[in-house]
């Protein structure tokens, strides 16, 4: 079974850090791209950040970016996204989640973690 | 950044009844050398993560029920659910990945009437 499991998030204080990881099992974890996509408490999806198979290539939203960087260990089969200097507005759900095909990255997402809470406050 | 915008946002519909919702992106997403409109729509119920309903705009995903349907082309498509059940209670979200970042609507809600 394809799976995805988030761990990592908590409550932080503004301008804290924290690591979240992504744990994939049942597939070949390192021919696939991978994303992370947020949810802000009753909001929308927003996507924050993705790496390419070999984890040479990334790209973030423009709110996280020098703030946030995304990695992957392809022989532990896990993403990670590394996030500093935290703020109330990084509140959200965070989901990882695949891209549907091993071929690229022009893919819907397809399977989705159950998502990880990350609260900002203090 | 392509601008993905729904209407409505939210819906009140009978059981057994349709439901349409409509999904407009800024700029096209078909992209002409496959002639494929790089647009997916997800279901999202409380307290779970999105599930795949549509892809490439009309594509259904193997095991969605076939009430679920997508239409469109270019910057304007529709989810269509042909006979509302009780288990569709959920909020629906529209995504471009024709380009990064990737966006998605800002949701509908579909609730029973």
């Known amino acids: 079974e394809v799976q995805l499991v988030e761990s990592g998030g908590g409550l932080v204080q503004p301008g804290g850090s924290l690591r979240l990881s992504c744990a994939a099992s049942?597939?070949?974890?390192?021919?696939?791209?991978m994303h992370w996509v947020r949810q802000g408490p009753g909001k929308g999806l927003v996507w924050v950040s993705h790496?390419?198979?070999?984890?040479?290539?990334?790209n973030y939203a423009d709110s996280v970016k020098g703030r946030f960087t995304i990695s992957r260990d392809n022989a532990k089969n896990t993403l990670y996204l590394q996030m500093n200097s935290l703020r109330v507005e990084d509140t959200a759900v965070y989901y990882c989640?695949?891209?549907?095909?091993?071929?690229?990255?022009?893919?819907?997402?397809?399977?989705w973690g159950q998502g990880t809470l990350v609260t900002v406050s203090s | 950044d392509i601008v993905m915008t729904q209407s409505p946002d939210s819906l009140a519909v009978s059981l057994g009844e349709r439901a349409t919702i409509n999904c407009k992106s800024s700029?096209?997403?078909?992209?002409?050398?496959?002639?494929?409109?790089?647009l997916a729509w997800y279901q999202q119920k409380p307290g779970q993560p999105p599930k795949m309903l549509i892809y490439?705009?009309?594509t259904r995903e193997s095991g969605v029920p076939d009430r679920f349907s997508g239409s469109g082309s270019g910057t304007d498509f529709t989810l269509t659910i042909s006979s509302l059940q009780a288990e569709d209670l959920a909020v629906y979200y529209c995504?471009?990945?024709?380009?990064?970042?990737?966006?998605f609507g800002q949701g509908t809600k579909v609730e029973i009437k």
């Open positions: 989640a695949r891209v549907a095909r091993d071929s690229g990255d022009y893919y819907w997402f397809d399977p």
């Open positions: 049942g597939f070949t974890f390192s021919s696939y791209w």
């Open positions: 790496i390419n198979d070999d984890g040479s290539s990334t």
């Open positions: 700029q096209s997403v078909l992209y002409s050398s496959n002639n494929k409109n790089y």
């Open positions: 490439w705009a009309s």
């Open positions: 995504q471009q990945y024709y380009t990064t970042p990737r966006t």
